[in-house]
Nanobody
């Protein structure tokens, strides 16, 4: 079992920045693909960013490309999401998720592919 705990959410003005953290329990963090997802009120959950277990490959949703950066520190069992130039449309609950894999290059874009989820952290961007 892996437990994921997100932090770093909050209220920020349009154009501001936030850095989300997701820390995992256990000793096998380096074997997991890590993803960030978000869900706005009344909308379905959507992928935001994904990083391979090696850290060599990443994926970003078109809506956040050039503004958000995913990174990971396997020594700290932590994945980060740096969010810059935030917009009101970025307002959502942000979740991190983990999926075990044997592949250094695998990426997973569908939430149903993930085994473990954090509790979520609220990000609110005011106009």
């Amino acid at each position: 079992q892996v437990q994921l705990v997100e932090s770093g959410g909050g209220l920020v003005q349009t154009g501001g920045s936030l850095k989300l953290l997701c820390t995992a329990s256990g000793r096998t963090f380096s074997t997991y693909v890590m993803g960030w997802f978000r869900q706005a009120p009344g909308k379905e959950r959507k992928v935001v960013a994904v990083m391979s277990r090696s850290g060599d490959r990443t994926f970003y949703a078109d809506s956040v490309k050039g503004r958000f950066t995913i990174s990971r520190d396997n020594a700290k069992n932590t994945v980060y999401l740096q969010m810059n130039n935030l917009k009101p449309d970025d307002t959502a609950v942000y979740y991190c998720a983990a999926r075990g894999t044997n592949s250094d290059q695998a990426l997973y874009y569908n939430g149903a592919s993930y085994d473990y989820w954090g509790q979520g952290t609220q990000v609110t961007v005011s106009s």
